[in-house]
């Protein structure tokens, strides 16, 4: 048989764009991958660690973090960032007053996390956590290296 046009022809232009027109049908009827991020699973942290540190010159704000420790025992690490930036932890304990403890890391040369000195660290700190809520640890160092501490509780 003999089409007047290729456009007519099912082996011609016609074939291709409606295998095209298939095609993407199918990747559109296809599983979609999950955006964003998991949905949180158990119940929800009801303790919050901030550290915040003053820097006085630039060339000091290098990439820093705090491995949090609670009633002794490894908890967490803050997220990593500049020191000037506040980092921040979030867990689950059980209620009850807990000794939450920070340890400072900071990073002097290229693949040389460092631990602050022990004058340097900020000491053991114990914190009330209640069934409800979650109970708020705040330290602020200062450029004299001292360490401004508050406790708080959000609802």
Given at each position: ?155
């Amino acid at each position: 048989m003999v089409f007047p046009h290729p456009a007519l022809s099912p082996w011609g232009r016609g074939r291709s764009v409606a295998v095209a027109v298939v095609l993407c049908l199918a990747a559109c009827a296809g599983p979609r991958p999950a955006h964003g991020p998991a949905p949180p699973s158990g119940p929800p942290p009801n303790l919050e660690v901030s550290l915040s540190e003053v820097i006085e010159r630039a060339d000091q704000d290098g990439l820093s973090y705090a491995k949090v420790f609670v009633d002794g025992q490894p908890a967490g690490q803050t997220d990593t960032g500049p020191r000037s930036h506040e980092k921040r932890w979030e867990g689950r304990v059980e209620p009850g007053n807990h000794p939450v403890r920070l340890e400072l890391w900071v990073l002097r040369d290229l693949g040389d996390w460092t631990r602050l000195s022990d004058e340097d660290q900020p000491r053991e700190r114990f914190v009330r956590v209640e069934g409800e809520g979650k109970a708020r640890l705040e330290l602020r160092r200062t450029a004299s290296g001292r360490y401004d501490f508050t406790a708080g509780r959000t609802k």
